[in-house]
């Protein structure tokens, strides 16, 4: 059953990012392989790479990085499904999405891109798979989203517990988001 979910809704994929050991054949392969198109990345304060579709107004679907954020828990970076990252989708309704995270019992991490007008929330699925919900702030109202030391998104600090997650299949999440 599909029901509208008000106050919040997702636009589309927004992108996928990549860890790598080798940022530079990671690049290559994108953009010369592939045919993306390098496009500019703010300064995150760790390597990384920007990619999009070359069409104009093409988006970034591809995010490149390197470095500590990289490193899994051996200290090398992933190969293979586990070199994915997260799945960032373009959203809107920041604070609905909080709303719901709280109703269901999911942590969440908070963020603003250096230099852009995006907003982004960080949450896990039940398999671990992190999500980065990414908004445009001028679309989302005066209140800044939550930087603080414990809600602030750290890249490459994996917050998901699979032994405190909430039993969502037992939950009846809708009728603790929506209104009747």
Same mark, same amino acid.
């Given at each position: 059953m599909t029901q509208s979910l008000p106050g919040a809704g997702v636009h589309g994929l927004f !992108?996928?990012? #990549?860890?790598t050991a080798d940022l530079d054949a990671t690049r290559v $392969?994108?953009?010369?392989v592939i045919g993306l198109k390098e496009i500019p990345r703010p300064d995150f304060g760790y390597p990384g790479a920007w990619l999009g579709c070359p069409q104009p107004g093409g988006l970034g679907i591809v995010h490149i990085y390197a470095g500590g954020p990289a490193l899994g828990a051996s200290g090398t970076a992933p190969y293979g499904t586990a070199a994915i990252d !997260? #799945? %960032?989708l373009s959203c809107s309704g920041y604070r609905a999405y909080i709303a719901r995270f709280q109703a269901a019992g999911l942590d969440w991490?908070? $963020?603003i891109v250096p230099g852009t007008s995006l907003w982004q929330l960080f949450v896990y699925d039940p398999s671990g798979v992190q999500l980065?919900?990414? $908004?445009e702030a001028s679309i989302e109202g005066a209140a800044l989203p939550d930087v603080s030391e414990g809600r602030v998104y750290k890249a490459?600090? %994996?917050f998901f517990d699979p032994a405190t997650y909430p039993a969502l299949g037992r939950l009846k999440i809708e009728s603790a988001i929506l209104p009747n």
């Open positions: !992108h996928v990012a #990549i860890k $392969f994108w953009r010369d !997260h #799945i %960032s991490r908070e $963020f980065e919900l990414t $908004f490459g600090r %994996s």
